[in-house]
């Protein structure tokens, strides 16, 4: 899915962005997905079709307040405009 995702292509051909976005070997497959390096946890790039999955699958567990879900979801994964659409 992260093919087709226009936000992604747009990430990787900024020039001056804070994430670094680098191509990485699923283990024990041949598949590559793009992940965010800049911190000191690898986070995979989450396209637009598959964000409220991700969502739902870290709010369903406990159902934790905004913030809280916020800084779950960012400890893991990547996308432009997170809180903001966490939020809404």
Known sequence: MQQGDDELKALLSATN???QLKQLRMPGTTTEIYCDISTCTVRP???HALRRNVFLAVHNLSHPGIRATAKL??????WTSMNKD???
């Open 45 to 47: 790039y989450v396209p």
């Open 73 to 78: 979801i960012s400890k893991r994964f990547v």
């Open 17 to 19: 962005q804070t994430l």
């Open 86 to 88: 966490i939020q809404s």
